[in-house]
């Protein structure tokens, strides 16, 4: 494993999670233009699975929330949309 | 999440573990993969985002360990493994489904394609190089 303050990693690591919050504009066009719940359902799961890789474990949770079909899950797509806007607007420079 | 990691040295000079073919259809998730298992982990990393690539990749690359997603557009999870496994070079080799939290209740099914194992989506992209090894040596039947 990478040695302790290996600054080369962290700075690649980081890197690589601003380009996946650059990317979350992208990924909710991709959740609300797919075209029946099958696709949604793909789209949600992917973004959670990725969020978790990333350590952004609310964004996941609610990924996964929105899964669902019910009022609860849209509701949840609200919630997810505003966290996506912070992480966003919250990306450095 | 601390991505510096442990002390230590690689994993892959140790355990006897070196190449990992990673199948998975999300980009982000292909980089931090890669990222945790070649850069952290010292692996040869054989990435791919398709069940098909893989196919097409596995002869050539020869892989000791597949991280396999279960969810793909295309070909699924589990027909990749399939597949994969009527190829020569395949033959023993431990593949490992990558598997939302959300799909843990289709685990009993999922293992019944063949699979050694299940990891669990998200992974920390810091323990996955050592956590990959308990499903290698279950595979060489250590």
Redesign the interface.
């Known amino acids: ?7 080369e ?2 700075a ?2 980081a890197a ?1 999670e601003q ?2 919050v650059a ?1 979350l504009p992208r990924r909710l066009q991709e959740i609300d233009a797919a075209p029946d719940a099958q696709a949604r359902y ?1 789209a949600l ?2 973004l ?8 952004h ?1 609310r964004l ?1 949770e609610l990924a ?1 929330q929105a ?1 669902g079909t019910d009022a609860a899950a849209d509701a949840t797509l609200q919630v997810l949309r505003e966290e996506i806007s912070r992480l966003v607007d919250a990306r450095p420079g | 999440m601390n991505v510096s990691g442990q002390p230590g040295v690689e994993l892959s000079e140790v355990d006897g573990l070196k190449r990992v073919m990673c199948v998975e259809d999300d980009a982000d998730i292909r980089l931090v993969l890669e990222f945790s298992l070649a850069r952290l982990g010292g692996y040869e990393v054989c990435v791919c985002a398709s069940g098909l690539e893989a196919l097409e990749r596995a002869p050539a690359f020869a892989p000791e360990l597949v991280l396999l997603d279960v969810m793909m557009p295309g070909m699924t999870g589990p027909q990749t493994l399939e597949r994969l496994r009527e190829l020569p070079v395949m033959q023993g080799v431990p593949v490992v489904f990558l598997t939302a939290k959300a799909m843990q209740r289709d685990m009993e099914d999922i293992l019944q394609h063949g699979a050694t194992g299940v990891i669990v989506k998200p992974f920390d992209p810091v323990t996955l190089p050592k956590d990959i090894l308990v499903y290698w040596e279950h595979g060489r039947g250590r």
């Open positions: 494993m990478t040695q302790p303050g290996d600054d990693a962290a690649r690591f690589i380009q996946f990317g793909a799961h992917r959670a699975g990725a969020a978790g890789a990333f350590g474990a996941g996964r899964m």
